[in-house]
């Protein structure tokens, strides 16, 4: 089975090319398929690097700010060319006090939209996109943006596993076609659902037993929960018969869909990004024959309004 990769081989991209790369959206920016999100470590940030990543994606929220301040110091550290990596934050939930949170001009100077010209054209970023709007929201900012001569965003930040399918499928890939706009998506394996670790209950050292996840507790042992959990046995043993771990198969079946830019990953061992990573090599097993098959296993394929009108 493809549990990692030879890191070596990886280096400088040799073996993947433009498939190990994609435009974000319509725009011009070439990001890795892959990201690393959330909490950063030096030698998980390293050997991502190595491994052709160039996407790391943050939030002002993450470890209560300190996550912005430890990239930059890794960064910093490491004397990476900035031109090289790409680096994503979001804003909303910030500070404790009333003028660090949402998204007032206090907070990031006024008017999503205008702010975010304001901000790119300073320099301060490049480009700006969503996270969790809705289609009709982004279409919105799309609508001001073109009205007022200012800069609409490129992507979406958005949930998207085998349980969590219609935006990503149906309601993008919309947007993608009319108005250039990519999806960035997160929780490949659904919070470590998807890779087993809660077939035969909770375990201690586990996400979902950890203060605050309450939410995935239950979730795991609601009775919609079993009925995913049976299907997540059913997809691995479709793994196993393409030589691959289901984590690697969770996030080339993310990768196949239509407008798919970059998949976030949540790691926190080297070990597991080795293993993600390697999802890259069974990309190419993602045929039309391979889909349809974890399709009827899911039974949740969502249908665009055409095909329901058809």
């Not at 289609?135 to 799309?142: F, H, K, N, S």
């Not at 507790?217 to 196993?240: C, F, M, P, T, Y």
């Not at 970059?262 to 993600?276: A, C, F, K, M, P």
Request: charged content about 20%; proline content about 2%; hydrophobic content about 40%.
């Amino acid at each position: 089975m493809i549990k990692e990769l030879n890191v070596h081989s990886l280096n400088g991209l040799s073996l993947w090319g433009v498939l190990f790369h994609r435009n974000l959206g319509k725009s011009g920016l070439r990001v890795s398929c892959l990201g690393l999100g959330k909490l950063m470590a030096e030698n998980l940030m390293t050997l991502a690097f190595e491994n052709g990543v160039n996407l790391f994606d943050t939030a002002e929220v993450y470890a209560s700010g300190r996550a912005e301040i430890t990239l930059g110091n890794i960064i910093k550290k490491k004397g990476w060319r900035r031109s090289s990596f790409v680096i994503t934050t979001k804003i909303y939930w910030g500070g404790q006090a009333e003028t660090e949170r949402g998204l007032s001009r206090k907070h990031i100077i006024e008017e999503i939209v205008r702010a975010m010209t304001f901000v790119i054209n300073q320099g301060m970023a490049m480009y700006w996109g969503t996270s969790r709007w809705s289609a009709m929201e982004i279409m919105e900012a799309y609508s001001v943006a073109r009205q007022f001569n200012l800069i609409p965003p490129v992507c979406e930040q958005a949930e998207y596993h085998y349980f969590q399918r219609d935006k990503v499928e149906v309601q993008l890939p919309e947007l993608y076609h009319k108005i250039g706009v990519g999806a960035m998506t997160w929780s490949p394996l659904a919070c470590g659902l998807i890779t087993g670790k809660y077939s035969d209950g909770v375990p201690e050292c586990s996400r979902a037993a950890m203060k605050g996840y309450q939410w995935l507790k239950e979730r795991v042992n609601s009775e919609e929960g079993r009925r995913q959990l049976a299907k997540i046995k059913e997809l691995h043993l479709l793994a196993d018969r393409l030589g691959c771990t289901a984590a690697q198969l969770a996030i080339a079946w993310c990768l196949r869909s239509e407008g798919v830019s970059s998949v976030l990953l949540g790691v926190s061992n080297t070990d597991q990004l080795l293993e993600n990573l390697g999802a890259l090599q069974i990309l190419s097993q993602m045929t039309s024959q391979t889909v349809t098959e974890i399709d009827a296993l899911l039974g949740n394929k969502p249908h665009s309004k055409k095909e329901t009108r058809a």
